[in-house]
């Protein structure tokens, strides 16, 4: 089958298909059984992801549970800065942690080599091309370049991106060069991705929110459309979403300025903005994952009110993030129904 008929890839073309595919972010993930058997085998967080046969395996439960329209390859946005020597590391209960990075460790990081070093993840993806169905799209993806450069700089997790964003204002220069830098590595990871099998790649800034409107143009915007502008200047046919969480009103240009084919959309979004993005091209979102611990009628008016609002038009259902731990997987079965009973 082509990838043509691939229900995503059509919706990434511009095509209305009704009823919607659907994938959930984190759909791998702690709220499966299968999932935590399978993480308990691989040992360490970064094992399951450099390991093809635990990465392979958690990526194709939901696929098999399911049926998602949708594969996203199992990973981390962490990955870079682990091919970039920060000694990254997952701690349970505390989150990721690598070396903070200061001006001089910038000028000192060396971008040769990460895909070498991330052979193993684009294995991962070759043998997920072979062992999905056919119809079922194949994502890859990254951390944006703002998202990743939080993490390195503060070395940790924290709640507002406080380090990073002074990191910004006081070492502008340092700071830009090394977004950019962060851009040449992560477009070069996803174009690799696409040769191995990927059929269509997605950009997370995860922390797009914390930015104001100038932050953002410089921060969010220019090392994304850097990235895709280089993606497509080798992959002219490469199909790219953009999600920048909790960018709001910003998003009104974030299609036309970054060359993303779809724009990701955060559950916070409100339905009628959501439409007027949609007249630009695909969007896909926004159910909150909220809905899916909740269930029952909170969860089916959620479901209803996206599709009535964003199911005539282009659209992928997705939650307006990953899905928690604390979710349901029977829930998970009712939102795939619900929205393949869909008859717009």
């Known amino acids: 089958m082509s990838d ?18 659907i994938w959930l972010m984190r759909q791998a993930g702690r709220y499966l059984p299968e999932y935590r058997e399978t993480r308990a085998k691989a040992g360490s967080f970064l094992d ?16 098999r549970r399911y049926g998602f329209d949708a594969a996203i390859l199992f990973s981390d946005i962490l990955v870079i800065p682990d091919a970039l020597k ?13 070396d903070p990075i200061d001006e001089t460790g910038i000028h000192a990081l060396n971008g040769e080599e990460i895909v070498e070093h991330l052979a193993p993840v684009l294995e991962t993806v070759r043998r997920l091309r072979q062992e999905l169905p056919q119809e079922t799209t194949l994502l890859g993806f990254c951390g944006a370049p703002w998202t990743v450069a939080t993490y390195m700089i503060a070395g940790h997790g924290t709640p507002d991106q406080a380090p990073a964003r002074l990191f910004g204002y006081r070492h502008r220069k340092a700071f830009e060069y090394l977004l950019m830098l962060l851009a040449d590595i992560s477009a070069d990871y996803l174009v690799a991705q696409i040769d191995a099998g990927a059929d269509a790649v997605q950009i997370f800034d995860s922390w797009a929110g914390v930015l104001g ?8 915007v220019r090392p994304v459309a850097r990235m895709i502008a280089s993606i497509k200047s080798r992959r002219p046919d490469a199909r790219v979403i953009a999600f920048a969480k909790g960018a709001g009103y910003l998003l009104r240009d974030y299609r036309r300025k970054t060359g993303a084919d779809a724009i990701g959309l955060d559950w916070a979004v409100p339905l009628s903005f959501a439409q007027e993005l949609q007249k630009e091209g695909p969007v896909q979102g926004n159910l909150d994952p909220m809905r899916m611990v909740a269930g029952g ?7 209803d009110a996206i599709l009535q609002a964003l199911g005539n038009g282009p659209l992928i259902f997705n939650l307006g993030h990953g899905i928690t731990p604390q979710a349901d ?8 129904e619900r929205v393949r009973a869909w008859k717009g």
């Open 48 to 63: 399951l992801c450099y390991t093809p046969d635990f990465a392979v395996e958690v990526t194709l439960q939901p696929i």
């Open 213 to 220: 409107e100038a932050e953002f143009e410089a921060f969010a």
């Open 86 to 98: 920060r000694n990254v590391r997952f701690t349970e209960g505390h989150g990721p942690e690598m």
């Open 329 to 336: 997987p029977a829930n998970v079965s009712t939102l795939v």
């Open 297 to 303: 009628r909170a969860l089916e008016e959620g479901i």
């Open 4 to 21: 043509e008929r691939r229900k995503i890839m059509r919706v990434l073309d511009g095509e209305t298909v009704i009823p919607p595919p």
